[in-house]
């Protein structure tokens, strides 16, 4: 996720995030009751989650494959976090039927799977490998992804016991999963962004699928 800017307004509490009215088309987190701005995602990182987003829903129904879902997870003062991607358990989907916004509160079940793809930058870096991580562990989010184009590693992040066990993929490894354990790309084949760069059948179709099918 890209580099975040603060926004110099009081900080909020919890209810009043939810309630604060967005005239513009700008994505917010919350993070310590500060209200912070996320700018536009790269055109890289677009790619990339475009490309997991359409192998996801190869894997596990179309309503469970969600962006643009908040999760309020636990700090020092209210704080929302908006991944790039996540996967629902079937309990974390029920209960944000009806609801007028896609934000899963604490008193609600977390999902199955969460995805952050890094940007450059140290401040990036450090939250999604630190601030994220142990905020998702706090969660119970079963899996955490950090999806790292600098890199060219895929960090699968495991829960057991109350903490993240971590597992990097990278080059010709295949992402392991226990959550979508049909997933079938392997490491490289997520940073390749010319499809004709790699021998993949299935991400060649994939990505000359019409954008419109992600909605269907």
Same mark, same amino acid.
């Given at each position: 996720?890209?580099?975040?800017? @603060?926004?110099?307004?009081?900080?909020?509490?919890?209810?009043?995030?939810?309630?604060? @009215?967005?005239?513009?088309?700008?994505?917010?987190?919350?993070?310590?009751?500060?209200?912070?701005?996320?700018?536009?995602?790269? $055109?890289?990182?677009?790619?990339?989650?475009?490309?997991?987003?359409?192998?996801?829903?190869?894997?596990?129904?179309?309503?469970?494959?969600?962006?643009?879902?908040?999760?309020?997870?636990?700090?020092?003062?209210?704080?929302?976090?908006?991944?790039?991607?996540?996967?629902?358990?079937?309990?974390?989907?029920?209960?944000?039927?009806? @609801?007028?916004?896609?934000?899963?509160?604490?008193?609600?079940?977390?999902? !199955?799977? #969460?995805? $952050?793809? #890094?940007?450059?930058?140290? !401040?990036?870096?450090?939250?999604?490998?630190?601030?994220?991580?142990?905020?998702?562990?706090?969660?119970?989010?079963?899996?955490?992804?950090?999806?790292?184009?600098?890199?060219?590693?895929?960090?699968?992040?495991?829960?057991?016991?109350?903490?993240?066990?971590?597992?990097?993929? !990278?080059?010709?490894?295949?992402?392991?999963?226990?959550?979508?354990?049909?997933?079938?790309?392997?490491?490289?084949?997520?940073?390749?962004?010319?499809?004709?760069?790699?021998?993949?059948?299935?991400?060649?179709?994939?990505?000359?699928?019409?954008?419109?099918?992600?909605?269907?």
């Amino acid at each position: 996720m890209s580099q975040a800017t @603060s926004s110099k307004t009081k900080l909020l509490t919890f209810e009043e995030y939810l309630a604060y @009215s967005n005239d513009a088309d700008t994505r917010y987190e919350l993070v310590d009751g500060e209200l912070v701005e996320m700018p536009p995602e790269s $055109e890289e990182n677009l790619e990339i989650a475009r490309k997991s987003l359409l192998e996801l829903i190869r894997h596990v129904s179309v309503e469970r494959v969600a962006w643009g879902t908040e999760i309020e997870v636990t700090g020092r003062r209210a704080r929302c976090r908006l991944p790039d991607l996540l996967v629902h358990t079937e309990a974390s989907k029920a209960a944000l039927a009806g @609801s007028s916004r896609a934000t899963l509160t604490r008193d609600m079940p977390p999902p !199955a799977l #969460v995805i $952050e793809i #890094v940007s450059p930058g140290k !401040a990036n870096r450090d939250r999604d490998y630190r601030y994220k991580h142990t905020e998702y562990a706090a969660r119970e989010i079963v899996e955490y992804w950090i999806v790292d184009p600098e890199e060219q590693r895929v960090t699968v992040c495991q829960w057991v016991d109350g903490q993240y066990e971590d597992t990097v993929y !990278a080059g010709a490894d295949q992402i392991q999963s226990s959550v979508i354990p049909s997933f079938a790309f392997t490491s490289a084949e997520i940073f390749c962004l010319n499809p004709k760069d790699t021998d993949s059948t299935a991400l060649k179709s994939m990505l000359a699928a019409p954008p419109d099918c992600i909605s269907q």
